[in-house]
C-alpha cells in the first residue's frame, strides 16, 4: 500500500488524493515528531503561568473572557469539541472526511498547534484503521475553520459520536477504536480547539475538484471535436497561429487538444464541398477553446491558491518558532472560498456552451443534414430530444450553484466572528457542480458520437473512431430505433467519469492537456 509521510511543512494535492481516494497510509515524519514535542513545551510552560492565554488557559470566541483555572482545562477542551459537534443534514462523503482529517493532521504536524504527538498519532491510527467520523452538511460558516465538520473529527478521536468502519457500517466510535486497539485522546490545554480551527474541509474538497476538473476539460475538449465534426465544421480555427496572437494558456491547450483529435478527419472539410459553403461556424463550436481555455486558466489560478494553503498552518492561536503562542486570522476560509466560486462559475459556462452543441446537433434546421433530433425514424421515434432536456435542467442548476456563497456572510459568536467566508457551502456547491458537468459532457458525448455514426460515406478522425469504438465497448450504444434511453445516458457518464473517454483518445492523439 501507497504510504504518506507528513512532515512539518505542508502536503500535496495528490497526496490528499491519494489518503482520499486511495486510502494511502499515513505516517508522521521523526521531524514532525520533532517539532510537535517542541511546540508543546511551549504551551504546557504558558498553561503553568498565572496570565491567561486564549485557547490555553481561556473560553473560546465570545467568550473569551473568562480565565479557566487548571483543574477545569481538560473539562474546557472535551467540551468545545462536544458543543461544537453540531452538525446537521446527511452525510458527507467519506472521501471529503478522509480529506478533511488528513489535511487537519497536516497542520497539527507542523508543529505550529501545540497539540502532543500522541494526538498526532492518533489521527494518524484513525484513518489507517479505515475509520471514518460522521460528519454533516450543515454547520460550517467557513471561518475559525470547519468549525463543525472538525469537531465530529475530533469527537471520534475521543471515542464518543458515530463513525464509519472499513466495512461501511457506521457504529459507535469507541467501539471501532476499541476493535483496532486505538487508545481514545483525553485532550489537554488547547488540543481541542488546535484539532477544530482550520480550512480542511473547504480545502480538501478543492483539491479533489481540481482533480476531477482537469479530467473533466479534457473531456469537453474532445466532445467538442466531436461536434464539430458531426456538424461538419472547420478546424482552422484552431490552428495555433491564431491562438497564439491572444496568448492565455488555456485556450492553446484547448485548441491543441482539439486538433489532435480532428486531425485526419473526412468531415471537417466536408462544407467546403457543400452547395452553399459557410464561412464560419456557431460560437459555440467556433468559440470552444476560448471558453474552454479561460475555464483551464481559473483552475491554474485556483491550483496556486490550493497550493498555499496546502504549504499553510492554519490555527488559532498559533505557536511561532520563537516560544511566542498569537493570536491571529488565518483561518478565515476566504481565500479558498474565491476559487471554489470561481471554479463554480467556469464550470457552469462550460456547461452552457456543451449544452448549445448538444442542441445544435438535434435541431435539423441546424445541423447540416443530420435527421432531426437524430431519432431513427423521426416523429415515430424521438430520438434524443430528452436527452437534451436532461442536460438543460443540468444547466439550469449549475447557473444556480455559480451564484457565489462567498459574497454572504451571517454574523455569529454574540458579533465576535461577525464576518464569515461561508466557504463550506462554495466547496459542497462545487461538489454538485462537478458531477453535473460530467453528465452534461457525457450527453454531448453521446450525441457527437451517434451524429458522426450517422455521416455515412464520411470518414471521421482516427482519434474519434478510437473514442466511438470505446464507448460502445463501455455500454453506450449508437444509432437505431428508440429504447429506454437512461441506461445509455448513465453508461456514457460512468465512461466521462472515470476517465475512459480520454484514455481511449490519448493512444492515437499522444497525451491531451
Known amino acids: 500500500m501507497h504510504t504518506v509521510v507528513v512532515g512539518t511543512s505542508g502536503t500535496t494535492a495528490e497526496d490528499v488524493i491519494a489518503v482520499a481516494r486511495g486510502n494511502a497510509r499515513v505516517e508522521l515524519s521523526g521531524e514532525a515528531l520533532d517539532a510537535l514535542a517542541r511546540a508543546r513545551e511551549i504551551v ?6 498565572p496570565e491567561p492565554v486564549y485557547g490555553v488557559s481561556t473560553g473560546f470566541g465570545a467568550l473569551a473572557s473568562r480565565h479557566i483555572s487548571p483543574e477545569l482545562r481538560a473539562q474546557l477542551q472535551r467540551n468545545i469539541v462536544r458543543s461544537h459537534a453540531a452538525g446537521m443534514g446527511p452525510r458527507v462523503e467519506r472521501e471529503v472526511v478522509r480529506a478533511l482529517m488528513f489535511l487537519r493532521l497536516k497542520t497539527v504536524a507542523s508543529g505550529h498547534t501545540g497539540v502532543r504527538p500522541s494526538v498526532a498519532q492518533t489521527m494518524a491510527d484513525v484513518l489507517n484503521a479505515g475509520i471514518t467520523p460522521v460528519v454533516h452538511e450543515y454547520g460550517s460558516l467557513g471561518c475559525s475553520g470547519d468549525l463543525a465538520p472538525l469537531s465530529h473529527c475530533a469527537l471520534a478521536l475521543m471515542g464518543e459520536g458515530d463513525a464509519e468502519g472499513p466495512d461501511g457500517t457506521v457504529r459507535p466510535a469507541g467501539e471501532l477504536l476499541a476493535e483496532h486497539g486505538i487508545e481514545p485522546v483525553v485532550l489537554r490545554e488547547k488540543e481541542g480547539l488546535a484539532l477544530l480551527n482550520g ?10 475538484a481540481l482533480a476531477d476538473l482537469g479530467r473533466l476539460y479534457t473531456s469537453a475538449d474532445i466532445t467538442a471535436a466531436l461536434t464539430l465534426e458531426a456538424l461538419l465544421g472547420t478546424e482552422k480555427v484552431l490552428q495555433p497561429e491564431l491562438h497564439a496572437i491572444r496568448p492565455h494558456p488555456g485556450q ?11 486531425k485526419g478527419s473526412g468531415l471537417v472539410r466536408h462544407y467546403q464541398e457543400e452547395t452553399a459553403p459557410r464561412v464560419q461556424d456557431a460560437y459555440s463550436v467556433r468559440c470552444a477553446p476560448q471558453v474552454a481555455g479561460a475555464g483551464r486558466d481559473t483552475m491554474a489560478h485556483a491550483a496556486l491558491v490550493a497550493s498555499r494553503e496546502l504549504a499553510a498552518a492554519v490555527d488559532n492561536p498559533v505557536v511561532l518558532p520563537d516560544g511566542r503562542v498569537e493570536s491571529n486570522g488565518n483561518f478565515h476560509g476566504a481565500p479558498v472560498a474565491y476559487v471554489l466560486d470561481f471554479l463554480a462559475i467556469a464550470a457552469a459556462d462550460l456547461g452552457s456552451i456543451a449544452e448549445r452543441r448538444t442542441d445544435r446537433l438535434l435541431d435539423k434546421n441546424r445541423s447540416h ?15 434524443l430530444m430528452i436527452a437534451q432536456y436532461t442536460q438543460a435542467a443540468l444547466v439550469s442548476e449549475m447557473k444556480r450553484l455559480a451564484v457565489p456563497a462567498s459574497a454572504d456572510s451571517i454574523p455569529s459568536s454574540a458579533m465576535q466572528e461577525d464576518h464569515v467566508s461561508m466557504g463550506w457551502s462554495a466547496a459542497r456547491k462545487l461538489r454538485t457542480a462537478v458531477d453535473n458537468l460530467t453528465r452534461i459532457i457525457a450527453i454531448e458525448l453521446y450525441a457527437a458520437t451517434r451524429a458522426i455514426e ?9 482519434a474519434s473512431r478510437a473514442a466511438i469504438e470505446a464507448a460502445r465497448a463501455a455500454g453506450v450504444q449508437g444509432p437505431g430505433p428508440d429504447r429506454f434511453l437512461a441506461p445509455d445516458l448513465a453508461a456514457a457518464d460512468a465512461f466521462v467519469r472515470s476517465g475512459g473517454l480520454v484514455a481511449a483518445v490519448e493512444p492515437v492523439t499522444g497525451p491531451l492537456a
Request: proline fraction near 6%.
Open 252 to 262: 492553446g491547450a484547448s485548441a491543441a487538444n482539439m486538433a489532435a483529435v480532428l
Open 199 to 208: 480550512t480542511d474541509g473547504m480545502l480538501g474538497m478543492l483539491v479533489m
Open 454 to 462: 450517422l455521416r455515412h460515406g464520411l470518414t471521421a478522425a482516427p
Open 44 to 49: 504546557d510552560a504558558l498553561a503553568a503561568k
Open 369 to 383: 443534414g443530420l435527421p432531426p433530433f437524430l431519432a431513427d425514424d423521426a416523429g415515430v421515434d424521438s430520438g
